[in-house]
């Protein structure tokens, strides 16, 4: 395998002595008020919390642990979570109810339509965000419009059109996808819900992060019924930076520096959560790519402005390589040892397992290894964002 990685370790992140970003957005209650929105859809159910006993014995680690959003409501990925709360919030503010107070009933839906009329709502996605948005859309009965970049995969369009979003093909990458989004929305009245944000576009994707704030919440309950300790580490995949950011934000709001060391892991052609951590002047950059990776959820040249403060402050490392890693822990995923489950995953979802097999059994990163502090007592969790959300790649890489 090669091992072709590039790190940053972050030391601002247990740097105590300068004034840091407030992480109050993600709250337990916050959480709380996340995870009883999604109970209200007849579909919701925790996701597994599975542990990799015997992976983690031939490793040398305590417990390996993986939060498998492939059951995620039946769409494959974690993202629903983010871009599902986001609309409910939405619709909460245009009414003037509480969160709390949105369900996808007959009722709601009714008031929807007679005060708010049929709403259009739309976003530039590679695939797994705009399928969330589609799906709750069609829930609470509004239209979405789902512009996807170029290079994206059929059959992620048309799980696209079979939630009943009309899918618009641009000849952008997803950033550039994003900037059309932005100038088209104002001419044709549709309401963007995207999973990143830029000036004057805040608030929602504060909302989005929020929403994945729940699965964090489902995390703490599964670790106490399950008898496990918590996590020593974290590896936790990085495209904008919204999930990663809404992690940092959660576990540091909860256990401060008692937080556990987190990793964000990015593709190297789209690594620019850890190109904009190598600047001390602390703001995010867009970095020039072209964001060639299979880790099409990831493939990302710019941070969520909004998620990036976060990250910048409490991250404690930013960790990018090739996609051989992804491929490598898809398979590790599919053909599990011992009694371990076996996990479907896509690339995106794989990508913090290939790293961590490098980490824990290849000596050219030694030097990693020892600064992550990786040893027998380490209680690794994982989180596989996607399943097979492209079949045909997916059975592509795992028959290989
Ligand atoms: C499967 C998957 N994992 C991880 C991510 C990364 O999330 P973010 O862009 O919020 O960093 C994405 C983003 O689309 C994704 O689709």
Redesign the pocket.
Known sequence: MTTNISYYINLRARDATFEKFDVKNFSQECSEIARGFLRKFPEYQPTPLYSLKDLAKKLGVRDILVKD?SYRFGLK???VTGSSFALGKFISEKLGINIRDVSPSQNLLSTIRSRLGLLTFTTG?????GTGLAWAAQKFGQRAVIYVPKGAAAGRKAKLEQLGAEVRQTEENYDDTIDLVKKIAPQTGFQIIA??GWEGYEIIPVWIMQG?TAIFNEVRDQLTEQGFDPPTHIFI??????????AVGYYTNQLGQDRPKIAVVEPAPAACLQESARHADGRARRIKSDLNTM????A?AQP?PV?WPVLRDYADFFISCADVFAETGMRTFAYPIGDDPKIVS?A??AVGLGLLLMLLENDDYADLKLRLGLNKNSRILL?N??GD?DPEHYHHIIQK
């Open positions: 959003e990925a974690f993202k996605t590679s695939g797994n965000h999973d990143t994945y995949q990085g495209g904008v930076g919204s999930f990663s950011g809404s880790m099409a959820g990831l990302c969520n998620a896509g995106s979802g989180f964002t996607e959300t």
